[in-house]
């Protein structure tokens, strides 16, 4: 894992467990080539990282490439 994916995990875990009820539920997984998180919660927390028309999950991307180094990482919400 790189650096960059590191610190975007790290920042996706961050806002995750900020938004959801049952923030040990949340999980962050890099991907094998690096470049694509996948963020895991619980299934009744999942509408609210997504959000409404998906407005929170498109807050988070814009957030996630606005990191330093993180602008190429992907951010996929797990079912």
Do not use: W, Y
């Amino acid at each position: 894992m790189s650096e960059a994916s590191d610190r975007g995990a790290e920042l996706m875990t961050f806002v995750a467990k900020a938004l959801v009820s049952s923030p040990d539920d949340v999980h962050v997984d890099v991907s094998d080539d690096g470049q694509t998180l996948e963020l895991n919660t619980s299934d009744d927390d999942r509408g609210r990282v997504i959000g409404r028309q998906g407005r929170v999950a498109k807050a988070m991307r814009a957030l996630l490439g606005k990191a330093p180094g993180c602008s190429k990482l992907r951010l996929d919400i797990v079912d």
